[in-house]
């Protein structure tokens, strides 16, 4: 069974991503921003709730709040 911290950097990686892509979409696209922007506030928030339940386990520093966990 995977480790449970394991799996919550790898579901922050893959919600960050999603998040910084989303932002280059709305950045590119302004025409389409109420559209799209409140699904990258969501993906925020859930980037939020998954750096809480993480920093109960580790502390994080900024490089991987910023550009996701190191992961092996």
Request: glycine fraction near 6%; hydrophobic fraction near 35%.
């Amino acid at each position: 069974m995977v480790d449970k911290l394991y799996q919550l950097k790898w579901e922050y990686n893959h919600t960050l991503n999603r998040y910084y892509n989303g932002c280059n979409y709305i950045e590119e696209h302004s025409e389409e921003a109420d559209k799209y922007l409140p699904v990258v506030l969501e993906l925020l928030g859930k980037i939020n709730n998954l750096l809480e339940k993480i920093q109960k386990k580790q502390l994080i520093s900024e490089a991987e709040i910023l550009g996701g966990f190191e992961l092996c």
